[in-house]
């Protein structure tokens, strides 16, 4: 089966940096994605890592260390419009995505 | 724009009714997911198609089925609502590995 670990309230100040782990458990490894979700709407998808590594999307970076099952989702100036539930998620067989159960992410002035 | 469309945004059914949730994607994405959102347990699986009439249980798919007849629809049933199926309902769709688009919702209150 597939399982994942996140923390589930993260708070930090405007303008700040902020790291959201993700550890994971699964019987194949195919990548490791995050989505942001904002109170009352549907999931958006962010990133995606299938390798070891740092991806860089604007004020958004994601990591990965398949040997260490572990991930993060990293974000950088922060801003009010950023608190938000951030999930990560693995496919596993047939395509088949399993989500952890989310942090949420609170921006305080 | 690309999109996923849910049928209703909201949605109250009485226990016992037979419930339709469908989801029509527009991306030619081989494919579909329904889960379910409650709070403080994230999105869990509910069932999945990688292909039309092909579907997958995901991880709590008793007292649901699906329908996959073409390729842009994928349709959730619910045989016999009841009210512990109260819930946020997504579909979603990929094409590769990472789900890429995900629909609006549909909040089903069952009473």
């Known amino acids: 089966g597939q399982s994942l670990e996140q923390p589930s309230e993260v708070t930090a100040v405007e303008g700040a940096i902020v790291q959201i782990n993700c550890t994971y458990q699964?019987?194949?490894?195919?990548?490791l994605s995050w989505y942001q979700q904002h109170d009352g709407g549907a999931p958006t998808f962010l990133s995606y890592?299938?390798?070891?590594g740092l991806e860089e999307t604007g004020r958004f970076s994601s990591f990965l260390s398949r040997s260490d099952s572990y991930g993060y989702l990293l974000l950088q100036e922060l801003q009010m419009k950023d608190s938000a539930s951030y999930f990560c998620?693995?496919?596993?067989?047939?395509?088949?995505?399993?989500f952890g159960t989310g942090t949420k992410l609170q921006v305080i002035p | 724009d690309v999109k996923v469309t849910q049928s209703s945004r909201y949605l109250v059914k009485r226990t016992g009714e037979k419930v339709f949730l469908e989801c029509v994607q527009d991306m030619d994405h081989e494919n579909m997911f329904w889960y379910r959102q409650d709070p403080g347990l994230g999105l869990r699986l509910i069932y999945f198609s990688y292909d039309v009439k092909m579907k997958e249980k995901g991880d709590i798919p008793e007292g649901y089925s699906v329908s996959r007849e073409k390729k842009e629809r994928f349709s959730l049933i619910l045989e016999s609502a009841s009210t512990n199926q109260t819930s946020m309902y997504l579909c979603?769709?990929?094409?590769?590995?990472?789900?890429?688009?995900f629909g609006n919702g549909t909040r089903l209150t069952v009473t």
């Open positions: 890592n299938a390798l070891d």
């Open positions: 699964t019987s194949g490894f195919y990548g």
């Open positions: 998620a693995v496919p596993g067989g047939y395509q088949k995505v399993t």
């Open positions: 979603a769709s990929s094409t590769t590995a990472a789900i890429s688009h």
